[in-house]
């Protein structure tokens, strides 16, 4: 499907009237915990080339240089022949809030709710530790700053601030050395009339990122507005200077194209609008595989299917329903405990629905107070890395597990640019291996096979929490080591159908290409459904489609393009939590209220079995949606199969599973691999970027995209 065996110099194409147009060429970076990847497609003939190199968290552009200016190299494609915009997802967010590597931020808040992100929602993780801990907030207290202010839960200004208080807020914010500033006053949701002040008056007197709730997620409860504000503005200095000096590089360069960023519900905006709102980029990466994932869901005809990517840092898993991703209104970073809800910061922006956790190729092993194995969440990251790279990592991570089973070649790693030392991972797993009284390679495949436990964990908790039962669900399987680990994983869930898609190691990349622009936007404004007032509903949706009009017009989307969908978190009269409902598009509202409380009861009586006769219902907050589909992507197919069966290129023994002996397994190279061509595990596939590992009893079929698609048989 996605072609990489044809490497031809990029050339300006010839046109009928003699003159030279350039091609479509179009250019994806995403950047992970451990490696960062570049995607550039040929829009006319589909042909994806990529590039992979180690992510250097310090100074991240600096991998992106390297990763972009290697692969135009390799390619013979000039950077002023990529006119389309260069599309990019990153974990630099979620990364800088997990590891507390923030910008130092205040919070501005309404005078007796400094203590908000202190007291949180008073709800406990584990009811029964009592020593439950919770992550430091990323605005500290004594950064937290009042303000004598107050608005009513209708709107109405009861207390503006005045000059001298502003002016005496902006001395002593000056004073702090802040780089950023959060405002969050109480009601403001309703009315953003102070906060906007305050942001003005401070912007103008310092000079530095401002940010207010009312425009981050304007919406009910102080505890999660206050929570998404202070996490944006602990950000803004993380991802403003970045963009800036990466948008000046390519500038410098000769490309042509703008800069669009992924967003974590799966769409793309500017990276202007990015730098005003990071917070939304915290998913950026999963969500950009997610949306690779939609995309083949819909090539292959699964209409459900386990998106499964495994890096270097984390592995994902998102279930596609429909051919589509579901999305969540609020979701947590920073979990101190992975299963723990309430155990990170609550932000409340739209994301693709997945579960995260710390299981990829640097993830640490060690052996706990029990005397028992664990992997993770500790990753190793780019520096040091795992043992085996040479660059001063001691503690035994994923990736030396896999190198000491046979199931990595210690020459072929990105096809040899970066070759793995297996005497490094073989001392590393033997201080391990002492301490559990085992062998090393026994050790080695109990790293393997604790981490591929932890993952079907992760999946099936991801399932349960969907209503859904894993077992049969196709896999997709992707990332730098997702399709080492497939297999095992699938075994777990007792799923038979694998699929290894082309270019598997960089496929969040490309999903970055096939994501339409979007943009949702909410704001809160209870009223009961009953004897609504219309005009001022059709008021507020007409100033969230003004917002999205201009958020997706400033990412290059033509006006007439923009399409507008609707949705509504409602409630029972007297409930404290809502339900999400989609009930309709269009540029206006045009959906009856009578068909709006039937799909209310509807959704309703799927979740909880039944719906309440006789009671109200209320609207807490009104939702839109503002899309416009990315261009079509329609991608080179493989050549036709060659004459003759399919041949190994060597062999080398392989442990599959611990207590077993090694087993002398075929090795064949990903790119001799020909449309109809099939053969039996145990095999390995090598291509640069990655290796797909097929356990004993998995048969291969080689589709006509050059996806392999392992089943499960029996041993």
Known sequence: MLDTRRVRPATLRPRRDGLREMGDWRLAVDIGGTFTDIVLLDGDTGSVQVEKTLTTPAAPLDAVRSGITGLLARTGVRPEEIVAPIVHATTLITNALIEGKTGRAALVTTAGFADTLLIRDEHRYDMYDLQIEFPEPPVPRDLTFEVDERSTAQGIVERAPTVDEMDFLADQLCDSGVESVAVCFINS?????????????????????????????????????????????????????????????????????????????GGVVSAEDAAQAPVRLVESGPAAGALAARWYARRLGEKRLLAFDMGGT????????????????????????????????????????????????????????????????????????????????????????????????????????????????????????????????????????????????????????????????????????????????????????????????????????????????????????????????????????????????????????????????????????????????????????????????EEYRRIYGLAIPGVGIEVITWRLAATAESAEVEPALVSAAPAGEVRHVRTRPVVFDRGSTPEDTPVYRREALAPGMRFSGPAVVEERETTSVIRPGWAVEVADDGSLIATRGSR
């Open 189 to 265: 949701y309703v009315n953003p009339t102070n906060e906007r002040l305050v942001a003005v008056h401070v912007r103008e007197r310092l000079g530095i990122p401002v940010c207010v709730s009312a425009e981050i997620s304007p919406q009910i409860r102080e505890y999660p507005r206050m929570m998404t504000a202070a996490c944006n503005a602990a950000t803004m200095p993380v991802i403003g200077p970045y963009l800036d000096e990466l948008r000046k590089w390519l500038a410098s360069e000769g490309f042509g194209g703008s800069v669009l960023m992924m967003l974590s519900n």
């Open 314 to 601: 984390t592995a994902k898993a998102t279930l596609i329903e429909q051919f589509e991703p579901d999305l969540v209104n609020t979701f947590e970073v920073a979990r101190m405990y992975r299963f723990k809800k309430g155990s990170g910061f609550p932000v409340s922006v739209p994301s693709v629905d997945l579960v995260e956790i710390g299981a990829g190729g640097g993830s640490l092993a060690r052996v706990d107070q029990f005397g028992l194995l664990k992997v993770g969440p500790e990753s190793a990251g780019a520096e040091p890395g795992p043992a085996c790279y040479a660059q001063g990592g001691s503690v035994p991570a994923v990736t030396d597990a896999d190198l000491l089973l046979g199931l990595l070649d210690a020459d072929g790693f990105l096809g040899g640019d970066m070759p793995l030392d297996a005497s490094l991972a073989e001392e590393s797993i033997g201080v391990v291996a002492d301490d559990l009284g085992m062998t090393t390679i026994e050790t080695a495949a109990g790293i393997h096979e604790v981490v591929n436990q932890n993952m079907a964990a992760a999946a099936r908790m991801h399932g349960v929490e969907r209503g859904v039962d894993l077992r049969g669900v196709t896999i997709l399987a992707f990332g730098g080591a997702g399709p080492v680990h497939a297999c095992g994983v699938a075994d777990l869930l007792e799923s038979d159908r694998v699929v290894f898609p082309v270019n598997a190691s960089v496929l969040s990349a490309f999903g970055t290409l096939v994501s339409p622009v979007r943009i949702d936007l909410a704001r809160s404004m209870p009223r009961p459904m009953d004897g609504l007032d219309e005009t001022e509903r059709d008021d507020l949706l007409g100033e969230l489609r003004d917002e999205g009009r201009r958020v997706l017009m400033a990412a290059g989307v033509h006006e007439d393009s923009v399409v507008f969908r609707y949705g509504i978190d409602a409630r029972y009269e007297g409930q404290g939590n809502e339900i999400t409902i989609w009930v309709g598009d269009g540029d206006n509202w045009t959906v009856p209220m009578a068909d709006v409380r039937m799909a209310f009861e």
